[in-house]
């Protein structure tokens, strides 16, 4: 629709100036928009009986029947939408509204057809895949029992990372499964990428404002002042992190290793940040300087130009945006499209032709920006237009190696050093390699706490423990058996570890052995793949020990699993539905259920990357 003066209220220069502005605007503007002229309706001036819309009995009746009760459920894998989902459950109750907040693995199905309004927050991880805690909830919607929802209003926010394939594909399967059963949609879906925060918060003003309007509560009053909903009630956080101070930074791996590990001590004196066993460390790191100059080279740009890096205008130098700010490692078809426009590259164009998307999926896994620009000679963009398109840097998350209980005010995390060639050109895992080449006691690091509720020790410290976790994996056990060592826990626990060879690669090995020796880790079995003929994995020594492991789940135990997504994950879920076949006598699918219901009791919990 084009306004003008005859279709709407406003005068000429106006109507020009809205018909410039509203066609530029993306989703998420337009999302953004609407609650923002929502929210400060209340100080606008009264209308007078002589312009006020005409409502009539019907309507009015209709929205004093707008439920003030709201359901909200997350399905989250690395606890990035529960943190989401707390946020705006505590700003829908300080506007009187009922909440309900759980996570779909908790969630009673059967109590569906009860709710009106639903608003879902999930994110997507591996090759769009539900997180663990949305399976059954995203079973159900999907199955035969899925009731009609036509009183249902619902909103979905997704997370996920452009640079996969499957972006958002949770989220956008709920939504569309919520409106195949009759749900209405309160607002549009809102899909984010790695960079969330804004979005996130956009998404959630919008859904204060309809709700309130609806149920004729006052919508955001204060959004003026508070300018968004993000990480309001920490100081210290995922938009604002602490500058850390780095203790110890330590390889584990032996001489002669084909491997280097890290081991970071880091101070959190003085920053009030909280975590438990389970959590993780988000870490902000930076580029390598060499990509940088490489880039600014290849592009024949000045090093010192100011650049934007933020929406509210601040400027940096190009270097500094590009070697903090900015994501140059990682290309996404977004991105590509964003820079065919800005370009005449034919090959460009070419590249993003229907039909060539296998070709096109290959390219942005095996190439970064500095292939990009060389591979289609796009040099000749301007470096502010440039760097407007690319991603922010986003924070890299390692499994917390330490229990709080055994080191206050300090934090330990487990790396790994990512270093290979490809294209003709050494790589290097970004903040891997930063913390390995380039971080030294002494200096600082941007960090914040990822509180992760879905990677937790029972409550129950006599309940028995398996815990799965090769390479650096095992990072997450250190914090568990350290945290029981302080709290006295009599549970038995088995580790399984495994890496490449004993002599040089066993992680923490005398602090395993003493845990061996004190009890508090009742047992440990190990599988060094390069030490054999046959490569042995931790999946072929839990296959080994089968009746012992189905003794324990029996008992009531919890398993835990950390590392590798792609494929040790899956191993091992393999290994456990063999090991309850083989010693339970299941069929394939009741064992499969079996581990279902271990999920859904919290027994079965993954921390996999």
Known sequence: MEFQVTNSPFNQEQVELLNRLLPTLTAVQQIWLSGYLTAVQGSAVAVTPSTAPSVSVAETANITQISKEVTILFGSQTGNCSGLATKISKKLEERDFQVTLSSMGDFKTNSLKKIQNLLILVSTHGEGEAPDNAI????????????????????????GDTSYEFFCQTGKDFDKRLEELGGKRIIPRVDCDVDFDEPAAEWMNQIISSLSESSTISPIANVANNGS???AESEYSRTNPFQAEVLENLNLNGRGSDRETRHLEISLEGSNLQYEPGDSLGVYPENHPRLVEELIEAMGWNAEESVAVHKNGDQRSLREALLRHFEITVLTKPLLTQLANLTSSTGLNELLEAGREVELRTYLDEHDLLDLVQDYALKGIAAGDFVSILRKMPARLYSIASSSKSFPDEVHVTVRTVRYEAQGRERYGVCSTQLAERVQSGDTLPV??????????????????IMVGPGTGVAPFRAFLGEREETGAEGKTWLFYGDQHFSTDFLYQTEWQRWLKDGVLTRMDVAFSR???KKVYVQHRMLEKSQELYQWLQEGACVYVCGDEKKMAHDVNAALLTILEREGGLSPEKAAEYLTAMQQQKRYQRDVY
């Open 229 to 231: 909903l993000v990480d």
């Open 448 to 465: 914040y706490i990822q509180h992760n509720p879905n990677f937790k020790l029972a409550e129950n410290s006599d309940t028995p423990i």
């Open 136 to 159: 059954p909830f995203y079973e159900f919607l999907y199955g035969k029992r899925a009731p009609q929802l036509e009183a249902l209003s619902y909103a979905v926010l997704a997370l």
């Open 531 to 533: 030490d054999t003929d």
